[in-house]
């Protein structure tokens, strides 16, 4: 039996921690602390030998509040790095005790609950385990990520997620961007109150900045954004006002065809704080292009420009920024961190799967390579569900690169977009007789390898902070 050192406690006299026992790791409980399990004598003592389920889950956060989730968004710096395999909480706990940043351990969307066939318990759960596991009491966070229904954010909330991140795509009229003015004109419906509040005034936001809106522009900002404020009040005023859940509440509008302008961004902050929403962080959407896994695409003069103004636009309004799709936007970390002061959002998951992909090809290169081929086939239908611009004519053959390079594909664009997008369909593909054809391997490498993921964790999302200017411990 391995005893996980840092997870020895003590409540109400009776000695807990985690153990390894079988190539399996358990709670041991020296007494009775309310765990459920099978009773074995260790060292001459009874004990409760407990499995990780949600049972015990729950009994673990009621004895000790720090494995449960906690509101961070109110940190100058949080930090999301969703774990889509339920695996990375070690490897992410070590690059949050270095650095001056606060986690959001649990972080998934319903797209990405039904891709790996998880739920909130389970996602919730590996956190908290992890977290007693390796004695992490600093604090995370748990995101119910870009939920779009109501059901879906009491489903988060009533299990005691911390955060909520409304996604507002449903409700954003993309159409109405590209109306001509005559289209715009015929379009809309006249509101006096808002006509009445913004045209012939201008908005000094500070640092310098002055906003205003002409007739036309206000009416297309409202066809866009109208119902998605809407829907947005109508969430808060559910299950967030007068407290009614502990959680913090981030707005999306990030999932739309068109880059969010000064003026769209000040328009939605300044009618969801009109009209009573309080909340932590806000997403727009920038210019150029956040794809999946790799480094931004476009004009870095124009981000630049664009994020001052968007930051001036937080501050004003007293809330972070949150920068979606976050994963490897090296380039643009450090103007992030210049232009927010430090005080900001940034939303990780899908190159944690990444590293991990990276280290199969490490240990492994023969398994890689199978699931690397597979991933080719089932490219196309990964496409459904994300916005890529991968080349797969730009990813050199399996049978030109060595085992020794595997490793490399996770150093370009187009192989990292493969593996990144194809996660869903790699870990749920069955054999003919029911099993799993790669998931179950997958994952027992990845426990024996443990080690070596917390490693490539530590350098690849550390590189991510320091280029944000988040300072080591």
Same mark, same amino acid.
């Given at each position: 039996?391995?005893?996980?050192?840092?997870?020895?406690?003590?409540? &109400?006299?009776?000695?807990?921690?985690?153990?390894?026992?079988?190539?399996?790791?358990?709670?041991?409980?020296?007494?009775?602390?309310?765990?459920k399990g099978e009773k074995a004598e260790i060292d001459g003592k009874n004990v409760v030998v407990a499995p990780q389920n949600h049972e015990n889950a729950n009994v673990l956060r009621a004895l000790f509040p720090f494995t449960a989730?906690?509101?961070?968004?109110?940190?100058?710096?949080?930090?999301?790095?969703?774990?889509?395999?339920?695996?990375?909480?070690?490897?992410?706990?070590?690059?949050?005790?270095?650095? &001056?940043?606060?986690?959001?351990?649990?972080?998934?969307?319903?797209?990405?609950?039904?891709?790996?066939?998880?739920?909130?318990?389970?996602?919730?759960?590996?956190?908290?385990?992890?977290?007693?596991?390796?004695?992490?009491?600093?604090?995370?966070?748990?995101?119910?990520?870009?939920?779009?229904?109501?059901?879906?954010?009491?489903?988060?909330?009533?299990?005691?997620?911390?955060?909520?991140?409304?996604?507002?795509?449903?409700?954003?009229?993309?159409?109405?961007?590209?109306?001509?003015?005559?289209?715009?004109?015929?379009?809309?419906?006249?509101?006096?109150?808002?006509?009445?509040?913004?045209?012939?005034?201008?908005?000094?936001?500070?640092?310098?900045?002055?906003?205003?809106?002409?007739?036309?522009?206000?009416?297309?900002?409202?066809?866009?954004?109208?119902?998605?404020?809407?829907?947005?009040?109508?969430?808060?005023?559910?299950?967030?006002?007068?407290?009614?859940?502990?959680?913090?509440?981030?707005?999306?509008? &990030?999932?739309?065809?068109?880059p969010t302008t000064p003026l769209q961004h000040f328009f939605v902050a300044n009618e969801l704080t009109r009209r009573g929403v309080k909340f932590a962080t806000m997403a727009p959407r920038f210019c150029g292009e956040f794809q999946?896994?790799?480094?931004?695409?476009?004009?870095?003069?124009?981000?630049?420009?664009?994020?001052?103004?968007?930051?001036?636009?937080?501050?004003?309004?007293?809330?972070?920024?949150?920068?979606?799709?976050?994963?490897?936007?090296?380039?643009?970390?450090?103007?992030?961190?210049?232009?927010?002061?430090?005080?900001?959002?940034?939303?990780?998951?899908?190159?944690?799967?990444?590293?991990?992909?990276?280290?199969?090809?490490?240990?492994?290169?023969?398994?890689?390579?199978?699931?690397?081929?597979?991933?080719?086939?089932?490219?196309?239908?990964?496409?459904?569900?994300?916005?890529?611009?991968?080349?797969?004519?730009?990813?050199?053959?399996?049978?030109?690169?060595? &085992?020794?390079?595997?490793?490399?594909?996770?150093?370009?664009?187009?192989?990292?977009?493969?593996?990144?997008?194809?996660?869903?369909?790699?870990?749920?593909?069955?054999?003919?007789?029911?099993?799993?054809?790669?998931?179950?391997?997958?994952?027992?490498?990845?426990?024996?390898?443990?080690?070596?993921?917390?490693?490539?964790?530590?350098?690849?999302?550390?590189?991510?902070?320091?280029?944000?200017?988040?300072?080591?411990?």
């Amino acid at each position: 039996m391995k005893i996980f050192e840092k997870s020895i406690r003590e409540k &109400d006299g009776v000695r807990i921690y985690m153990a390894e026992v079988n190539g399996e790791t358990v709670l041991i409980s020296e007494g009775d602390a309310g765990f459920k399990g099978e009773k074995a004598e260790i060292d001459g003592k009874n004990v409760v030998v407990a499995p990780q389920n949600h049972e015990n889950a729950n009994v673990l956060r009621a004895l000790f509040p720090f494995t449960a989730p906690t509101r961070v968004l109110g940190k100058e710096r949080s930090f999301g790095v969703g774990d889509r395999l339920g695996i990375a909480t070690p490897g992410h706990i070590a690059v949050f005790e270095k650095y &001056d940043a606060y986690p959001v351990l649990a972080q998934q969307s319903m797209r990405e609950l039904t891709l790996t066939d998880r739920t909130y318990e389970d996602v919730l759960d590996c956190a908290s385990f992890a977290v007693f596991r390796d004695g992490f009491e600093k604090g995370f966070g748990a995101d119910g990520d870009h939920l779009k229904k109501a059901e879906d954010v009491r489903y988060a909330l009533d299990l005691g997620f911390s955060m909520i991140t409304l996604d507002c795509s449903d409700f954003i009229d993309n159409n109405a961007a590209a109306l001509s003015d005559a289209e715009v004109e015929k379009a809309y419906v006249k509101n006096e109150e808002l006509e009445g509040i913004y045209l012939g005034k201008s908005f000094d936001i500070g640092e310098g900045v002055t906003l205003a809106f002409s007739a036309e522009e206000l009416r297309r900002i409202i066809l866009v954004y109208g119902k998605a404020i809407d829907f947005a009040v109508s969430i808060y005023e559910e299950f967030f006002k007068d407290g009614k859940y502990n959680a913090d509440f981030e707005i999306s509008i &990030d999932e739309t065809l068109t880059p969010t302008t000064p003026l769209q961004h000040f328009f939605v902050a300044n009618e969801l704080t009109r009209r009573g929403v309080k909340f932590a962080t806000m997403a727009p959407r920038f210019c150029g292009e956040f794809q999946k896994g790799i480094d931004y695409i476009g004009d870095l003069q124009q981000f630049t420009s664009e994020m001052t103004v968007h930051a001036q636009l937080a501050r004003h309004f007293g809330y972070k920024l949150s920068i979606h799709s976050g994963s490897d936007k090296f380039s643009t970390f450090p103007i992030i961190g210049e232009k927010t002061r430090g005080i900001f959002h940034v939303k990780t998951a899908g190159t944690n799967w990444l590293e991990a992909m990276r280290v199969i090809a490490m240990v492994d290169p023969k398994f890689y390579r199978e699931v690397h081929a597979y991933a080719l086939e089932a490219f196309d239908e990964a496409t459904k569900y994300y916005h890529v611009t991968t080349d797969l004519t730009k990813i050199k053959p399996l049978s030109e690169v060595s &085992d020794e390079d595997l490793p490399k594909y996770f150093d370009e664009n187009d192989a990292r977009q493969l593996i990144h997008i194809t996660y869903g369909l790699i870990l749920s593909r069955k054999n003919a007789d029911g099993s799993f054809a790669y998931r179950d391997k997958l994952y027992s490498l990845w426990r024996e390898h443990e080690a070596v993921y917390t490693d490539a964790l530590v350098r690849h999302i550390g590189r991510h902070l320091a280029l944000l200017g988040v300072k080591d411990n």
